[in-house]
């Protein structure tokens, strides 16, 4: 009898090489984070190329730990499914260290560090052991030979596998999207729970400075998921003010005065293919409006306090009238596209309703075109509502064609060649309220010719002839005075 019961806890035992193999791979888990640290510092290249596969990896290990327990549900009463079971939690198993390697290289690649990244990167490598063990101990459980602990232990283990499955993926998406991405937008009542956090302001002790009320909202929405406190990029944090002008492992980041030395501007005004450019990771680019601000909020001294900033006029929030809605375009869509891709421009719907119009964005060939190419575009005319030349090599030409533009309603031509002459040519377009000509050298006698646009409400002269710097009373009373 002693023997036929050694025979039994034997079989019923995980085998040694499998008992070995599952340690020695807990353990080389457990050392990784340890040998190769989240410094912060970028690092080679193959790995942040290697390691970008991780977003699309990743989902394949969730979708076969989500599969298993309904298999072994289902399996109950077909035992057909509970083969499939194991078999589905051994890939799984392959499935998580895959994802588990790539994204190790993405974060210590390109110098991912912060709180959500370690929580991400040890949630990982939970559910990794996790699933070790449920591959160890379940071939006894199934057999049903399995004695003690190991009658239970894999009943145990794998709720908890999908638990800290479910736990893991919500601090990866929340590196994605930010902290509050599931909270943002949460109704008002649910606000007052105690675990709901929806906070994303700065630690300015000036809430109505320019920095709180402006420039915050842009770095908040477009570059703290990166660069904030759970997940700090390349040793940079814009979550505060404090820590923006900090800066990071390349330095400072913003230089009061001297934009031209600052590297966040720098970075956000290369080209959207550089791979320095900001935001990353196929994030769109700042608007020129944002950008302009960034700029002269910076020329201006990069004040946390300062209430406003010369040659910046923000409007009062409004509701604007509705307007008419463009013609029917759809029918042209794929010659729209055609000679926007000829030109290295973009025409991008407003919105999902094409009768919304079109904006057209020349960032990514600002240094190339001019009036000539934008005369090409004029056939489309009828169906754009924005047209952003800002840095371009448009001149005073160039009105003559965006008069035909009847639909226009804001006109970017900020740090052009733009003189004035030719401004009034504009009178025809009545649905125009926003204009910015910071940066060009436009005078006051030709932007008084605007003056009978009655529907015309933004003007910015920032850094021009009209609103020189250096004329800081004039300019300040402009800046601030209501439209």
């Excluded at 101990?137 to 009943?155: C, D, H, K, N």
């Excluded at 999902?352 to 005319?381: P, Y």
Aim: some cysteine.
């Amino acid at each position: 009898m002693a023997v036929e019961s050694r025979s039994v806890t034997a079989k019923s035992n995980p085998s040694t090489p499998v008992v070995i193999a599952s340690l020695l791979v807990t353990l080389a888990l457990l050392t990784l984070p340890f040998v190769f640290r989240l410094d912060g510092k970028p690092h080679a290249d193959w790995q942040q190329f290697l390691g970008r596969f991780h977003p699309l990896i990743v989902h394949l290990p969730i979708g076969l730990m989500l599969l298993v327990p309904i298999l072994e549900i289902v399996g109950r009463r077909r035992p057909s499914l509970r083969e499939a079971a194991g078999f589905v939690l051994t890939l799984s198993l392959f499935a998580c260290i895959g994802a588990l390697i790539l994204g190790y290289l993405l974060a210590y690649g390109s110098g991912e560090s912060g709180p959500l990244v370690a929580l991400h990167m040890w949630g990982g490598i939970a559910l990794t052991i996790g699933v070790i063990a449920c591959v160890a101990v379940r071939p006894q459980w199934a057999s049903g030979e399995a004695q003690g602990i190991f009658r239970t232990l894999y009943l145990v283990l794998l709720p908890c596998v999908v638990i800290t499955l479910a736990w893991t993926a919500h601090e990866g998406g929340s590196l994605t999207h930010g902290p509050n991405y599931l909270t943002e937008f949460i109704p008002s009542p649910l606000k007052r729970l105690p675990l709901v956090d929806t906070a994303r302001a700065d630690t300015s002790s000036a809430p109505n400075s320019f920095y709180t009320k402006h420039i915050h909202p842009i770095l908040d929405a477009n570059c703290v998921a990166c660069h904030g406190a759970g997940k700090v990029k390349g040793g940079l944090r814009v979550d505060t003010y404090a820590q923006l002008m900090k800066g990071g492992h390349d330095g400072r980041v913003i230089v009061g005065g001297q934009p031209e030395k600052s590297i966040l501007l720098q970075r956000i005004t290369l080209p959207s293919d550089h791979k320095n450019f900001m935001p990353a990771e196929g994030k769109p680019p700042l608007k020129p409006l944002e950008i302009a601000w960034i700029r002269a909020w910076i020329q201006q001294g990069a004040s946390s306090s300062a209430a406003s900033l010369v040659g910046i006029a923000v409007p009062y929030d409004a509701k604007q009238a509705s307007l008419p809605p463009v013609e029917d375009y759809s029918s042209r869509m794929a010659e729209i596209a055609q000679a926007a891709s000829a030109e290295g421009v973009t025409m991008t719907p407003v919105s999902s309703n094409l009768r919304d119009g079109l904006i057209l964005n020349t960032i990514d060939v600002a240094s190339r075109f001019g009036d000539a190419q934008l005369a090409k575009l004029e056939k489309f005319a009828p169906y754009i509502v924005e047209v952003e030349l800002g840095r371009t090599s448009v001149t005073d030409a160039s009105f003559d064609t965006l008069a035909k533009f009847h639909h226009l309603r804001a006109l970017h031509l900020e740090g052009t060649a733009i003189t004035g002459a030719g401004l009034a040519k504009l009178h025809a377009l009545t649905e125009l309220t926003y204009i910015n000509l910071s940066e060009t050298k436009v005078t006051t006698a030709a932007i008084s010719t605007l003056s009978e646009m009655k529907n015309l409400k933004h003007i910015y002269l920032y850094d021009t002839p009209a609103q020189p710097i250096a004329n800081q009373a004039a300019a300040q009373a402009a800046a601030t005075k209501a439209p």
